[in-house]
């Protein structure tokens, strides 16, 4: 590959994917033609770019309070020893049924977990795992739907989706997927069929406009009149779409595609994130902006935070006091700890928008 990364900062990141457990750097071909295009117009550090490449701010900056598991995953192991199935909520749960993704978002805020995966000896097989999932969900009958999630689920690879889908037949499955956007050929037709016999729900994560070019909008367009289901989430995140501009511009896009989108996300404060976090004031401000100047298709998409007493919102802000702000659900507290002063630099809008004037 034409070097796309500074070679010192390269060696820099890897002795921190070995020392803290962060994701190596892998991007698809097929996204790192965008990757590309968008240096040979702009130069390193686009949005593009930073999804998928470690930057020098990525490595330095740090904000003073900082976590490797924000939402605390291993706290909602309903099973003792597995570290697959976890679970929130009520009706639902996530089965983490791959550690594998196309490429590793430089943003991830499951990094960490996911580098322990991946560097695991343990690994169960898929068969295993939906044996143990199905025994559980058995046993468990206010469970109706199952999120498989990741690592992303569509490089288990057809047939391993196929025996996943037909096992859990009996429950509701949603996908979650970054497949779409970093390798949209595993949606090809036997897969397709596959996912419209199970009548699976499709959650893409898409963070950017640019991410949906014409063979990424062809294959939506393919799944979308094979009636699957399409939804969508993803994070705000600095330097990639921190702009109501910008989400206007994807969301729109969505909108003609016929994809619901679901929630923003706000970032994590976990290690290594701060160079993507937006201070919680600027959050406040992009989502008024895309409130007061969009229209409801677009601006009925909703701004949460995971966290570990589930999901969020800006109506659960129980108390703000300096850099701590109390979120408060279903009679319990969590804490979110703001990024200090000064780092949060908002991001040029010509460079977000590279391919167009602003
Ligand atoms: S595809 Fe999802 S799980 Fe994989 S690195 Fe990206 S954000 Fe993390």
Sequence with gaps: MKKIIDSKLESEYNKLVESESILPIKITDFYKKKVQEEISKIGIGGPLYKSVIPTQEKISIKTSVETRDFVEENKHMPIEGVDYIIRKYEDRLVFIITDICFSHCQYCFRTYNLSKLQKSNLKETIYNKIEVLKKYLKQHNEVKEVIFSGGDPLSIGYENMSYALEELKDWNIRIHTRAIVYEPKVFDDKTIQLLKKYNVRLVFHINHPYEICEIVENKIKELYNNSIRLYAQFPLLRGINDNYIVLRKLLTKMDELHIRPLSIFIPDPIAYSA??????????????????????????????????????????????????????????????????????IPSDLNKLLWKERM
Excluded at 276 to 293: A, G, H, P, Q, T
Excluded at 295 to 300: E, F, T, V
Excluded at 319 to 337: A, H, P
């Design 275 to 344: 160079s993507f976090r937006i201070s919680f004031k600027r959050i406040i401000d992009i989502m008024n902006e895309l409130n007061w100047n969009t229209p409801s298709w677009i601006n009925s998409t909703r701004f949460v935070m995971d966290t570990t007493i589930g999901k969020v919102r800006y109506e659960n802000i129980k108390k703000w006091e300096g850099n701590c702000i109390t979120f408060s659900r279903d009679g319990q507290d969590v804490e979110y700890y703001d990024l200090d002063e000064g780092i949060d």
